[in-house]
C-alpha cells in the first residue's frame, strides 16, 4: 500500500520561505505526485504536481515562480518549496498521489495527513 508523510509545516512571516517534505512508501512508480492545500471555509487546491520519474512537473498559473516541486534522487522523497510566501499561502498542505489529472484532486487516491503551514504579515 501507498504511504504518504508530510513534514515541514510552520509558522513564517510574509515574504519568508518553507520547504515541506513528503516521505513515500509503496509503488508510486506509475503515478502522479502532487500537493494540495486547503485553507478553513476554501475548497482545496492544487499547488503543484510531477509525474513520478521526476518529469512534467505542473503548477497554476498563479503559483507558478514561487513554489518548486522536486525530489529526491531516489525518488521516494517528494518536496515542495516555497518561497515568498504570503499570508494567502496558510492552510493545512498535503501530499497525495494518483492517476493524474491535476489540478484536480478527483484521481488522486493516496493521500498524507497533511502539515499546517501559517504565513503572518
Known amino acids: 500500500a501507498v504511504q504518504l508523510v508530510e513534514s515541514g509545516g510552520g509558522s513564517v512571516q510574509a515574504g519568508g520561505s518553507l520547504r515541506l517534505s513528503c516521505a513515500t512508501s509503496?509503488?508510486?512508480?506509475?503515478?502522479?505526485l502532487a500537493w494540495f492545500r486547503q485553507a478553513p471555509g476554501k475548497e482545496r487546491e492544487g499547488v503543484a504536481a510531477i509525474h513520478a520519474s521526476g518529469t512534467g512537473a505542473r503548477y497554476p498559473v498563479s503559483l507558478k515562480g514561487r513554489f518548486t516541486i522536486s525530489q529526491d534522487n531516489s525518488k521516494t522523497t517528494l518536496y515542495l518549496q516555497m518561497n515568498d510566501l504570503s499570508p494567502e499561502d496558510t492552510g493545512m498542505y498535503y501530499c497525495a498521489a494518483g492517476r493524474g489529472g491535476f489540478p484536480s484532486a478527483r484521481d488522486f487516491r493516496n493521500w498524507g495527513q497533511g502539515t499546517q503551514v501559517t504565513v503572518s504579515s
Open positions: 509503496g509503488d508510486i512508480s506509475a503515478s502522479w
